[in-house]
Nanobody, 123 residues
Framework: QVHLVESGGGLVQAGGSLRLSCAAS????????MGWFRQAPGKEREFVAA????????ALRGSVKGRFTISRDNAKNTVYLQMNSLRPEDTAVYYC????????????????WGQGTQVTVSS
């Protein structure tokens, strides 16, 4: 079993930055593939970023490329989402997810999910 806890969300003005963290518990969580997703009111959950178990491969949603970065610190069992140049359309609840595989996973096919953290970007 893997337990995920997100933190770092909040209210920020357009153009600002936030760093989300996802702390994972569990003996082998440090080797799991991890992802970030977001869901805005009335919309489906969508992929934002993913990183493989080693941290050597990453993937980003097109609209966040050049603005967001995903990284991980396996010694701390933590994955990060650095979000720069935030836009009002980035407003959503952001979820962290984990799956027991070392390869990139860019779909919602994850076994474990966090409770989410709200990100609100004002114009």
């Amino acid at each position: 079993q893997v337990h995920l806890v997100e933190s770092g969300g909040g209210l920020v003005q357009a153009g600002g930055s936030l760093r989300l963290s996802c702390a994972a518990s569990g003996r082998t969580a440090s080797s799991y593939a991890m992802g970030w997703f977001r869901q805005a009111p009335g919309k489906e959950r969508e992929f934002v970023a993913a990183i493989d178990g080693s941290g050597s491969s990453t993937a980003l949603r097109g609209s966040v490329k050049g603005r967001f970065t995903i990284s991980r610190d396996n010694a701390k069992n933590t994955v990060y989402l650095q979000m720069n140049s935030l836009r009002p359309e980035d407003t959503a609840v952001y979820y962290c997810a984990a799956r027991n595989t070392r390869v990139l996973v860019t779909t919602t096919d994850y076994a474990y999910w966090g409770q989410g953290t709200q990100v609100t970007v004002s114009s």
